[in-house]
């Protein structure tokens, strides 16, 4: 018979008899039994497994890790919950459960499972790519400020990454261990924030049925990101200015105040020094969110990452496990593209291109880029074309009209690589071959694009 698996059991709420403890030995499980946190950490070192029940929400989770993390042990987690509390279970994966089962089970089979999927490695999902010098140069400042404890201010544009950088500057702490809690100020109204960030009392007003914690609270010991915190109202700034120089919060409707132990991690898209000038932000704040300051570049600005990033995104979010191949017309497309949604775009571009091909090459054919979403009829720019050595001008393939059926969505892709091709090659015979189709084939796709309303002017060539 295999040894047992030594396991430290702790549940609050009721004792474990002597049937369970059979049923878990079938699954080779070695239950020891604590009562305490005190108990819990004397035996840390002896175990492979720690089994956690949780009641209201996930703090005892967050305790036990703490402790793991102060005595530098990698050990897996699994949490009991209620059935019918997804809530609970939701948040305790997020806060670091490598596992969650149901109370009341007790099947030796559901339990080996578990056991199986603990043991395999957990992965960690690569969601940055440092391949261009630009990258590469914030990586290692990044990695140098998250060992400081300093509040951080991310500036950049829209869908540059700013959360994931905030996630490196929390991986790359000394709070690893503790919890990354990230809000958003501007995807919510005034009086939500307010509950959101300090959290409340039962009975604070009409409908807290119970106290809520809000984020500062839910990162105790951890980081909290604030992105986008040039949008939050200035009668909320002086409420979080005063958190940061006093480190303590008052949830909504209490009377005492509770220490603050997170590390902030602050975000924005705008000036944030033309917001002062205006009085939409306040100066004191600025200073006290930015004590450094990080810039992420937009991906314009980075474009050797564009294709190890669509590249890690087709890995990442193809259904099937295949090895995804990029055609050289695709990346010239990619290349070619301003990206002015930056690796949010990229992100679209390239799911949708999984849902248009067929196997497991991505062509020019299967890229649709978000800034051609117009209204249909709509006049486009035209673009250089190079034929014949003498520049020409062509108009932009037809607009895709927001919600468009897939046929649609396969025409406009097609018209891009059309273009794409006449835009890299000398002649029209070359851009068929480039196409993988006969120069009749081109033509006839050219006199498509011209009954789409649009006009083609070229050099006829031989």
């Known amino acids: 018979m295999a040894a047992l698996c030594d396991v430290l059991w702790l549940d609050p709420v009721e004792k474990i008899d002597a049937a369970v403890r059979a049923r878990m030995a079938d699954a080779g499980l070695n239950l020891l039994v604590v009562n305490t946190l005190d108990e819990l950490n004397t035996m840390l070192c002896r175990v492979s497994m720690v089994v956690l029940r949780l009641t209201g929400d996930t703090s005892l989770l967050t305790e036990v890790r703490s402790l793991l993390g102060d005595s530098m042990l990698d050990i897996p987690v699994v949490c009991r919950v209620e059935r019918g509390r997804l809530e609970l279970a939701v948040a305790a994966m997020r806060d670091g459960a490598r596992h969650v089962l149901a109370v009341d089970e007790a099947n030796a089979a559901v339990w080996q499972q578990a056991l199986t999927l603990i043991a395999k490695p957990k992965a960690q999902p690569q969601t940055f790519v440092f391949a261009d010098p630009a990258s590469q140069k914030l990586l290692v400042l990044a990695q140098r400020v998250a060992q400081a404890e300093v509040t951080t201010l991310l500036t950049g544009p829209t869908g540059a990454g700013k959360e994931v950088l905030a996630r490196i500057l929390h991986e790359a702490s000394p709070r690893r261990s503790g919890p990354f809690v990230a809000l958003n100020c501007a995807a919510m109204p005034e009086s939500m924030i307010e509950d959101m960030l300090f959290g409340h009392e039962k009975g604070a007003f009409t409908g807290a049925l119970k106290d809520y914690s809000g984020v500062f609270e839910q990162a105790r010991g951890g980081t909290l990101f604030l992105d986008e915190i040039g949008e939050m109202p200035v009668r909320l700034q002086t409420k979080l200015l005063r958190v940061l120089q006093e480190r303590q919060i008052t949830r909504l409707g209490a009377q005492a105040a509770l220490n603050v132990d997170v590390r902030l991690v602050a975000a924005t898209?705008?000036?944030?020094?033309?917001?002062?000038?205006?009085?939409?932000?306040?100066?004191?704040?600025?200073?006290?969110?930015?004590?450094?300051?990080?810039?992420?570049?937009?991906?314009?600005?980075?474009?050797?990452?564009?294709?190890?990033?669509?590249?890690?995104?087709?890995?990442?979010?193809?259904?099937?496990?295949?090895?995804?191949?990029?055609?050289?017309?695709?990346?010239?497309?990619?290349?070619?593209?301003?990206?002015?949604?930056?690796?949010?775009?990229?992100?679209?571009?390239?799911?949708?291109?999984?849902?248009?091909?067929?196997?497991?090459?991505?062509?020019?054919?299967?890229?649709?880029?978000?800034?051609?979403?117009?209204?249909?009829?709509?006049?486009?720019?035209?673009?250089?074309?190079?034929?014949?050595?003498?520049?020409?001008?062509?108009?932009?393939?037809?607009?895709a009209v927001a919600g468009a059926d897939l046929d649609s969505a396969v025409r406009f892709s097609e018209h891009r690589a059309i273009l794409a091709a006449l835009r890299s090659s000398h002649s029209r015979g070359e851009a068929a071959r480039a196409l993988g189709i006969s120069p009749r084939t081109l033509r006839y796709k050219l006199a498509q694009l011209k009954d789409h309303g649009f006009t083609l002017a070229m050099a006829e060539t031989a």
Do not use: C
């Open 269 to 399: 898209n705008r000036d944030l020094k033309a917001a002062i000038e205006s009085r939409e932000f306040r100066e004191d704040l600025y200073f006290r969110i930015s004590t450094f300051r990080l810039r992420l570049p937009s991906l314009a600005e980075r474009p050797l990452d564009i294709m190890p990033l669509a590249q890690l995104m087709l890995d990442t979010h193809g259904a099937e496990r295949r090895p995804w191949v990029i055609s050289a017309d695709a990346e010239a497309l990619l290349l070619a593209h301003v990206w002015p949604g930056n690796v949010r775009e990229l992100s679209n571009v390239m799911q949708r291109a999984l849902v248009l091909s067929h196997g497991a090459l991505i062509t020019a054919a299967h890229l649709v880029f978000d800034d051609f979403t117009v209204s249909a009829g709509t006049a486009v720019a035209t673009q250089d074309v190079g034929l014949n050595t003498a520049p020409q001008r062509v108009a932009a393939a037809p607009a």
